[in-house]
């Protein structure tokens, strides 16, 4: 079905089409192509880290960043219940056990309480913290804190949080590593892809290593012949040259995009604020979301919920539920730790509302009507 206001949609009125054509008339169109190390370069000045690193997802991404801080089987990971499969499949995939928490009611992150029973009970080797829909975490300086108090080691999962801000420093530069999904619908997009951040240059090369099969004797002052000696199990994750040219385009549109994504989610907020039985993701205090997107949480039940997003979306307004709790599904519920109650409301009350950077200030004023009208009825 063809929406009237689509959830997401990438802007591409910058140099996307020069940067491709110049990728396909030079002729290289696999890893590492200049456009591919100026995009790493530029995303990670963006967010003010030393190293960039580009792959192929932001799965790919997280499972990379497993690796190059050393997970191995026997660690544990704290993870949120309030996120994509990823973060959980990221830490199996690197042979480690995932403690899957549940998450704090109003941001959707982390709970800095319950990480703090967990780092008290447990051996912890890392903890991600995902900054749901481009909010920061609250209380993210006392998660820091912890991290560095029980020896954990801290992924910052940035997906959907390009250029959000905690205490004035970009949400990307708090952890030992932090990771970016760039697939279309989000802040930066490419089509699939997403990128490995951190400033420890150890970490940096070791993410390099994993992403490139492993295969470390590939300088040009290594023997021609080692190119295909293996020195661990690797993956073939690096991002292609014409997704890195579209990449680049793209940090260059950023701060246009940015802007435009807050002026959406700030007027959200107004013309919400004022609808009963309405509640928006709250603002940590300190921080400033980038506003990926913008969901709504309903004093409904369950089943007028699902028919209210059904009738929306039959008025060409698109709908995406929340994620469903990590903590609750059949393939990770034995990772559950404690209650995943807050997630399961999340669950059962939500509705994420079209939220392009496209939006006009009609198009939020028209949605918000059409809900108001719905919550009426
Ligand atoms: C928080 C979070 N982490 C990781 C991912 C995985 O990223 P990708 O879809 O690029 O593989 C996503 C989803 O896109 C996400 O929202």
Redesign the pocket.
């Known amino acids: 079905m063809a929406y009237k206001y689509c959830l997401n949609e990438p802007t591409l009125d910058g140099n996307e089409i020069k940067y491709v054509t110049d990728v396909l008339q030079k002729g290289w169109l696999s890893a590492g192509g200049e456009y591919t190390k100026r995009f790493e370069q530029a995303f990670a000045s963006l967010i003010g880290v030393k190293h960039g690193l580009a792959v192929q997802?932001?799965?790919?991404a997280?499972h990379t960043a497993m690796l190059a801080m050393g997970i191995k089987p026997g660690d544990k990971v704290v993870v949120p219940n309030y996120?994509?499969g990823?973060?959980v499949t990221s830490v199996l995939q690197a042979g480690a056990e995932p403690v899957v928490i549940d998450v704090e009611p109003n941001t959707f992150g982390m709970d800095v309480r319950i990480l703090e029973e967990v780092l008290k009970s447990q051996t912890i080797k890392a903890v991600m913290v995902?900054h749901v829909y481009g909010f920061p975490v609250r209380d993210f300086d006392k998660i820091v804190e912890l991290c560095k108090q029980y020896h954990a080691l801290l992924l910052e999962?940035a997906?959907?949080a390009h250029g959000a801000t905690y205490q004035g420093r970009n949400i990307g530069t708090f952890g030992d590593m932090a990771v970016f999904?760039v697939?279309s619908e989000?802040m930066i997009g490419v089509g699939?892809?997403?990128l490995v951040l951190t400033d420890h240059t150890e970490f940096y090369d070791r993410a390099r290593f994993f992403a490139s099969r492993a295969a470390p004797h590939r300088s040009e002052k290594d023997p021609w012949w080692h190119k295909y000696i293996y020195t661990d199990v690797g993956m073939n994750y690096l991002l292609p040259h014409l997704l890195g040219a579209v990449g680049l385009a793209q940090v260059e549109k950023f701060p246009e995009i940015l802007k435009r994504k807050r002026t959406v989610g700030y007027l959200y907020k107004e013309l919400f604020s004022s609808v009963p039985g309405i509640r928006l993701q709250e603002i940590a205090p300190s921080s400033e979301p980038c506003f990926w997107l913008n969901c709504i949480l309903l004093e409904r039940s369950e089943e007028e919920v699902r028919r209210m997003g059904t009738e929306l979306m039959m008025r060409g307004i698109e709908i995406r539920p929340a994620f469903w709790p990590l903590g609750d599904l059949p393939a990770f519920k034995r990772y559950a730790s404690g209650s995943q109650e807050q997630a399961k409301e999340l669950f059962r009350r939500m509705m994420v509302l079209p939220s392009s950077a496209k939006l006009t200030a009609e198009g939020v004023k028209e949605i918000v009507k059409e809900v108001r009208l719905l919550m009426e009825n």
């Not at 997802?57 to 790919?60: E, L, R, V």
Request: aromatic share 0%; net charge negative.
């Open positions: 997802s932001g799965t790919a997280l996120t994509c990823a973060c995902v999962d997906s959907e999904s697939r989000k699939e892809g997403g």
